[in-house]
């Protein structure tokens, strides 16, 4: 499967983004699907994570309660709204997908994709 990734760009702090992930493959709708982060200088972590069915997200304590992971099965897309951004949320963000659907991305990924960058100015 391919992964790209879209919605990248630069906001103020307390800005929101958008971010979308568009899948290719007719079986987009069994992967468990999630967003990874790395900021410059820093190692690459784990952001938010989502079941094939949408019905239950999971995500890193620096986030919760400001982003929010959800999918279309449809248009085999994930999205990762942004809101309240800060500096430190500055990183390339990377969509991800793991072929088993009841695996947690955290755990096990099969697949990345390209990447786009998230800049949040102060």
Request: net charge positive; glycine share 10%.
């Amino acid at each position: 499967v391919q992964l790209q990734a879209s919605g990248g760009g630069l906001v103020q702090a307390g800005g929101s983004l958008r971010l979308s992930c568009a899948a290719s493959g007719r079986t987009f709708s069994s992967y468990a699907m999630g967003w990874f982060r790395q900021a410059p200088g820093k190692e690459r972590e784990f952001v938010a994570g989502i079941r094939w069915d949408g019905r239950f997200t999971y995500y890193t304590d620096s986030v919760k309660g400001r982003f929010a992971i959800s999918r279309d099965n449809a248009k085999n897309t994930v999205y990762l709204q942004m809101n309240s951004l800060k500096p430190e949320d500055t990183a390339v963000y990377y969509c991800v997908a793991a072929r088993d659907k009841y695996t947690d991305v955290i755990v096990h990924t099969d697949y990345w994709g390209q990447g786009t960058l998230v800049t949040v100015s102060s």
